[in-house]
């Protein structure tokens, strides 16, 4: 297949844009490649400015759990569109928002709208210190919750994707106060406790870990957190951007039965448009401006475009079967992936929650970054590049997760598991 016209406006992008993508992990470095310009998504599929059809399992790296352009949304945010774009005063629909995540997740008893996950979780922060003063927070290697500086150290997704332990720029003083333990350690968090004790404001947790590859938090790893942070006066903040609405209705926190202090959300709730939200105990967010000292805001916050798009997502996704179909084609696409790699003789683990799923090309069990990190991310790169010659879409990356969105049929499971065996074997 030809990509001549991707390659001539990725030259031209070089040029204008650094890296020519406006996020790293676009660039498709770490497995070789060079990256597709995209002209048109639709259901399971996306379409490259030469032509090219590919079965999408990157779905935006998550927001796309209807598909693209899915016939509802497009028609919702068209209605929205003719009453304005944005106006910098309330709208009643951000009130709409805030009571249908309330409902869905109970713990987020107040809840601000924003523009991106990494405002999310840089929000949290900010509020966990300011309710706590307390300075110290704690993250897991290989844990990645956007690019705010103090979350930056040893960050998993694009950062571990491209080598950077951590990142240039992040001055010592905003990194001193980031504990880092492994992901599935309490006794890490323990000795974190120990040392530091009374000055951890908050540990910020990834329910089940989305930037590792896809790692599933350990039976009690969760609930150990839970005890830990109440134990010591420290909050308890999942980063759901990933998982919200997409490990089942409520999230990893109903999946698994934990209530955190705080949560982030984004990704999904805003349909494909940019929102997230963050939210949790009352007492906490009350301190929030303009009614208390910690200051945060935004211009764009709850975008009226982005609120109608994620409210109709959120509302096909609370129909009956959802997530059981989810799960069906999930666990099609996992054991169909995992039985082709064992069928090439290739060392390899399959990590899957529901509907997202990561194959390593490591004999396993993957349990944290320093397991995932065993991975072959040669055979990975190879395997990226054989597959979107094979016209599947895979993430570009051995630490990122594939997603699968029920416009995707079991017929185009099927294909992407043959496309996997054959370039399984062909490596
Ligand atoms: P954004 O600022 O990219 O909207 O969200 C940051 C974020 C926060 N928390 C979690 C658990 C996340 O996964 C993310 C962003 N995810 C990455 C890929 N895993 C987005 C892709 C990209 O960086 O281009």
Same mark, same amino acid.
């Given at each position: 297949?030809?990509?001549?016209?991707?390659?001539?406006?990725?030259?031209?992008?070089?040029?204008?844009?650094?890296?020519?993508?406006?996020?790293?992990?676009?660039?498709?470095?770490?497995?070789?490649?060079?990256?597709?310009?995209?002209?048109?998504?639709?259901?399971?599929?996306?379409?490259?400015?030469?032509?090219?059809?590919?079965?999408?399992?990157?779905?935006?790296?998550?927001?796309?759990?209807?598909?693209?352009?899915?016939?509802?949304? !497009?028609?919702?945010?068209?209605?929205?569109?003719?009453? /304005?774009?944005?106006?910098?005063?309330?709208?009643?629909?951000?009130?709409?928002?805030?009571?249908?995540?309330?409902?869905?997740?109970?713990?987020?008893?107040?809840?601000?709208?924003?523009?991106? /996950?990494?405002?999310?979780?840089?929000?949290?922060?900010?509020?966990?210190?300011?309710?706590?003063?307390?300075?110290?927070?704690?993250?897991?290697?290989?844990?990645?919750?956007?690019?705010?500086?103090?979350?930056?150290?040893?960050?998993?997704?694009?950062?571990?994707?491209?080598?950077?332990? /951590?990142?240039?720029?992040?001055?010592?003083?905003?990194?001193?106060?980031?504990?880092?333990?492994?992901?599935?350690?309490?006794?890490?968090?323990?000795?974190?406790?120990?040392?530091?004790?009374?000055?951890?404001?908050?540990?910020?947790?990834?329910?089940?870990?989305?930037?590792?590859? !896809?790692?599933?938090?350990?039976?009690?790893?969760?609930?150990?957190?839970?005890?830990?942070?109440?134990?010591?006066?420290?909050?308890?903040?999942?980063?759901?951007?990933?998982?919200?609405?997409?490990?089942?209705?409520?999230?990893?926190?109903?999946?698994?039965?934990?209530?955190?202090? !705080?949560?982030?959300?984004?990704?999904?709730?805003?349909?494909? !448009?940019?929102?997230?939200?963050?939210?949790?105990?009352?007492?906490?967010?009350?301190?929030?401006?303009?009614?208390?000292?910690?200051?945060?805001?935004?211009?764009?916050?709850?975008?009226?475009?982005?609120?109608?798009?994620?409210?109709?997502?959120?509302?096909?996704?609370?129909?009956?079967?959802?997530?059981?179909?989810?799960?069906?084609?999930?666990?099609?696409?996992?054991?169909?992936?995992?039985?082709?790699?064992?069928?090439?003789?290739?060392?390899?683990?399959?990590?899957?929650?529901?509907?997202?799923?990561?194959?390593?090309?490591?004999?396993?069990?993957?349990?944290?970054?320093?397991?995932?990190?065993?991975?072959?991310?040669?055979?990975?790169?190879?395997?990226?590049?054989?597959?979107?010659?094979?016209?599947?879409?895979?993430?570009?990356?051995?630490?990122?997760?594939?997603?699968?969105?029920?416009?995707?049929?079991?017929?185009?499971?099927?294909?992407?598991?043959?496309?996997?065996?054959?370039?399984?074997?062909?490596?």
């Amino acid at each position: 297949m030809s990509i001549q016209r991707s390659l001539s406006i990725f030259e031209r992008a070089k040029a204008v844009i650094p890296g020519g993508v406006n996020s790293p992990v676009r660039a498709c470095r770490s497995v070789g490649a060079d990256p597709l310009f995209i002209a048109q998504g639709d259901g399971a599929r996306i379409t490259d400015v030469d032509g090219n059809t590919y079965i999408d399992l990157i779905g935006s790296w998550g927001p796309l759990i209807l598909g693209h352009s899915h016939p509802a949304i !497009l028609d919702t945010i068209a209605e929205a569109m003719s009453q /304005g774009t944005t106006f910098g005063a309330p709208t009643e629909i951000e009130v709409r928002f805030a009571e249908t995540i309330r409902a869905a997740y109970p713990s987020m008893q107040m809840v601000r709208a924003l523009s991106s /996950g990494t405002e999310a979780t840089m929000s949290a922060l900010r509020l966990a210190r300011g309710f706590t003063g307390r300075a110290k927070i704690i993250k897991t290697d290989g844990g990645y919750h956007g690019h705010a500086d103090c979350l930056l150290v040893s960050a998993g997704s694009g950062a571990a994707t491209l080598g950077i332990p /951590g990142s240039a720029g992040v001055p010592e003083g905003a990194a001193r106060d980031t504990i880092v333990v492994p992901y599935n350690d309490l006794a890490s968090v323990e000795a974190a406790f120990t040392t530091h004790g009374a000055d951890i404001a908050a540990i910020i947790i990834e329910p089940i870990a989305g930037n590792m590859g !896809l790692v599933a938090p350990q039976p009690g790893y969760l609930e150990g957190l839970r005890s830990i942070t109440q134990k010591h006066g420290a909050l308890l903040i999942f980063d759901e951007v990933i998982t919200g609405f997409r490990a089942g209705f409520g999230g990893a926190q109903e999946k698994y039965g934990i209530t955190p202090d !705080l949560t982030c959300l984004g990704k999904i709730v805003g349909g494909g !448009l940019p929102a997230a939200a963050f939210g949790g105990r009352a007492d906490i967010m009350q301190k929030l401006a303009p009614l208390g000292p910690v200051y945060q805001a935004g211009t764009l916050s709850g975008n009226p475009l982005a609120m109608a798009a994620g409210l109709a997502v959120i509302e096909i996704l609370a129909r009956p079967g959802t997530y059981d179909r989810l799960e069906a084609l999930g666990k099609r696409l996992g054991d169909g992936l995992l039985a082709a790699a064992t069928e090439a003789g290739i060392p390899s683990c399959l990590n899957r929650v529901g509907s997202v799923m990561t194959l390593f090309f490591t004999a396993g069990p993957v349990t944290d970054y320093a397991s995932a990190k065993s991975s072959d991310t040669n055979r990975f790169g190879k395997f990226f590049r054989n597959m979107r010659d094979r016209g599947v879409f895979l993430p570009p990356s051995q630490f990122e997760a594939m997603f699968v969105s029920l416009a995707h049929t079991d017929d185009d499971i099927d294909q992407v598991i043959a496309a996997a065996r054959a370039s399984l074997l062909a490596s």
